[in-house]
């Protein structure tokens, strides 16, 4: 957050909750689902946002996915997100399918803990 005399620009989170997404970096099937907007800030109250996102992220290796706007209400009445209403990943954190061992590069093409051809 930066401030300029008594205003002050910053990046609003707020959780909507715990909703069903199976991640595509290992494979969990809880997520988070928050909404992150720039807020405009007078006195550290909130006066408007924009640049409204929403993101669901993974409970579990913490990959990121931007939802597209038009699924979001459905994804918040059915608790629920599919790979269709996924506009971008954002950050995806690869493990290997067999043991669990985080690929911090995307490149592999053995698991360097359990050998298995990925
Ligand atoms: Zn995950
Ligand atoms: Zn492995």
């Not at 997404?21 to 720039?38: D, P, Q, S, Y």
């Not at 929403?54 to 913490?62: A, K, N, R, S, T």
């Not at 706007?69 to 009445?77: D, H, L, R």
Request: aromatic share 14%.
């Amino acid at each position: 957050m930066f401030f300029i005399g008594i205003f002050g620009i910053s990046d609003r989170k707020k959780n909507l909750g715990d909703i069903e997404f199976k991640c595509t970096g290992c494979l969990n099937k809880k997520a988070k689902f928050i909404e992150v907007a720039m807020s405009f800030q007078l006195f550290f109250i909130p006066i408007f946002s924009w640049n409204k996102r929403h993101l669901v992220i993974c409970d579990v290796c913490g990959s990121t996915y931007q939802l597209k706007e038009s699924s979001v209400k459905a994804v918040i009445s059915e608790k629920k997100a599919e790979y269709a209403d996924v506009m971008t990943v954002i950050y995806e954190n690869k493990v290997c399918p067999e043991c669990g061992q985080p690929l911090y590069h995307t490149d592999y093409k053995y698991c360097p803990k359990c050998g298995k051809k990925l």
